[in-house]
């Protein structure tokens, strides 16, 4: 496609329910990166997939948040058990290079806004 | 501790008129730095990359300056317009695992 694309555009869930995220990368994209930004802050990094590889989920804040990339293309993350605190926007971005091309530039989405109530 | 820090955190300007916006950062090693314009309820769009050996960097109406001695790094605009109003972010990829850390960004509100 011509963009990242991300879906739903928002979601609110009950405290507790499951929710998956969904990222469409730009296709070819080898790099992809899930972030989380609160109101007014910038983003904050959750976890990164090289192709099919999830080869960082250090950001991740506890195990209820999981993320997959089975096929190297469409990414989920999934939030098990939702909390308040887990209320933000959920970024996707994706790069045509690997993590280690340093100088290469990342395409995000426009974001889900997760609402916990 | 790696921190990216932005000022001001919000500013106001009429439309035609230049500003420019301040970023400081404690990142090192130092990899490079971005300046990413967020539209409201968007994602954050790239603006400028800038390596080590880069002083100023123009994309358009947009002027980014690093100094990587000083670890300070600045956004010009010039002649705003109304489609300017959107939040500013700094990113600085560096530290020990070369991530990218973003600042909280600066808020800008271009008025008719």
């Known amino acids: 496609g011509a963009g990242v694309s991300q879906s739903p555009r928002y979601k609110v869930a009950k405290r507790g329910q499951d929710v998956a995220l969904r990222c469409d990368p730009i296709?070819?994209?080898?790099?992809l990166f899930w972030y989380q930004q609160a109101l007014g802050q910038g983003p904050e990094f959750l976890t990164y997939?090289?192709?099919?590889?999830?080869?960082?989920k250090s950001g991740l804040p506890s195990d209820r948040f999981f993320a997959e990339r089975p096929e190297g293309s469409v990414s989920t993350l999934k939030i098990q058990r939702t909390q308040q605190e887990d209320s933000a926007v959920y970024l996707c971005?994706?790069?045509?290079?690997?993590?280690?091309?340093?100088?290469?530039?990342?395409?995000f989405g426009n974001g889900t806004r997760l609402t916990v109530t | 501790k790696n921190q990216v820090e932005q000022s001001p955190q919000s500013l106001i300007i009429l439309e035609g008129k230049n500003c420019t916006l301040q970023?400081?950062?404690?990142?090192?090693?130092?990899?490079?730095l971005r300046w990413y314009k967020q539209d409201t309820g968007r994602g954050p769009v790239s603006l400028t990359i800038?390596?080590?050996?880069?002083n100023t960097k123009s994309n358009g109406r947009y002027t980014a300056t690093l100094d990587a001695d000083t670890k300070q790094s600045s956004l010009h605009i010039t002649a705003s317009q109304l489609s300017d109003s959107a939040s500013y972010i700094c990113?600085?990829?560096?530290?020990?695992?070369?991530?990218?850390?973003f600042g909280t960004g600066t808020l800008l509100a271009v008025q008719p």
């Open positions: 800038m390596t080590f050996s880069e």
């Open positions: 970023c400081n950062y404690t990142v090192s090693p130092f990899s490079n």
């Open positions: 997939f090289q192709n099919e590889a999830q080869l960082d």
């Open positions: 971005a994706s790069s045509f290079s690997r993590l280690s091309s340093y100088n290469s530039p990342l395409h």
């Open positions: 990113v600085v990829r560096g530290g020990a695992t070369n991530k990218l850390i």
């Open positions: 296709s070819g994209h080898v790099s």
